[in-house]
């Protein structure tokens, strides 16, 4: 369910990253949130091999995630979207959180 979700997501910004006309500052952003949801789908894979104390610094990725998600999507003409459900993603990362 939330890999779906994350590769949804990965293909819109990749997408929305090869239509052009973006500020560099954008596709810096947009860069930003790709990377970070592979490291999380990534996480998702592989929880069971990491250390519980290395979960605080996960937490802090996992939170930059659900902040950037609003705000890169945000600017996304309505024809130029399909049809993500980024809340069950911000969800399912928020429970991961705590």
């Not at 052009?20 to 954008?26: F, P, S, T, V």
């Not at 979207?81 to 399912?92: A, D, G």
Request: charged fraction near 25%; aromatic fraction near 10%; proline fraction near 3%.
């Amino acid at each position: 369910m939330a890999q779906n979700d994350i590769d949804n997501v990965l293909d819109q910004l990749r997408w929305y990253k090869s239509g052009g006309d973006l500020a560099r500052i954008r596709i810096g952003v947009i860069e930003m949130l790709e990377i970070n949801l592979r490291f999380f789908r990534t996480f998702i894979k592989y929880h069971h091999v990491l250390f519980p104390n290395s979960l605080i610094e996960l937490r802090q990725t996992f939170k930059s995630i659900v902040e950037l998600l609003p705000v890169v999507f945000r600017g996304i003409p309505d024809e130029r979207k399909i049809n993500l459900n980024l809340e069950r993603l911000e969800s399912y990362i928020l429970a991961r959180v705590h």
